[in-house]
């Protein structure tokens, strides 16, 4: 069974930092393409950031860009979201996803098929 888990959510101050993890089972990441996805209660399902198999190219939605960094590490099989400087719009549920790709460069959102539970992250006074 393929499975994706976040983990590393939770309530913070502005200004503050958190580490988002997507841990794989089932399957290695190393040859999947990995995105981060947040969605806050009333409004659509955002890409926030990607990155790519092999090489790990990597791009960030303007609203993020600067205070966000993606990685991998494929020794553990995941992948982490660090978020610096948040700010109360970024509140809003975490999801990765992921699919099988040797593209170079981020996939479409609608290409993925693989999706993790969410984990929620609270930014708030």
């Known amino acids: 069974q393929l499975q994706l888990v976040e983990s590393g959510g939770g309530l913070v101050q502005p200004g503050g930092s958190l580490r988002l993890s997507c841990a794989a089972s089932?399957?290695?990441?190393?040859?999947?393409?990995i995105g981060w996805f947040r969605q806050a209660p009333g409004t659509e399902r955002e890409g926030v950031s990607c990155i790519s198999s092999g090489s790990g190219s990597t791009n960030y939605a303007d609203s993020v860009k600067g205070r966000f960094t993606i990685s991998r590490d494929n020794a553990k099989n995941t992948v982490y979201l660090q978020m610096n400087s948040l700010k109360p719009e970024d509140t809003g549920v975490y999801y990765c996803?992921?699919?099988?790709?040797?593209?170079?460069?981020?996939?479409?959102?609608?290409?993925?098929?693989?999706w993790g539970q969410g984990t929620q992250v609270t930014v708030s006074s």
């Open positions: 996803a992921a699919r099988f790709s040797r593209e170079v460069g981020c996939i479409p959102e609608n290409a993925y098929n693989y």
């Open positions: 089932g399957f290695s990441l190393h040859w999947y393409s």
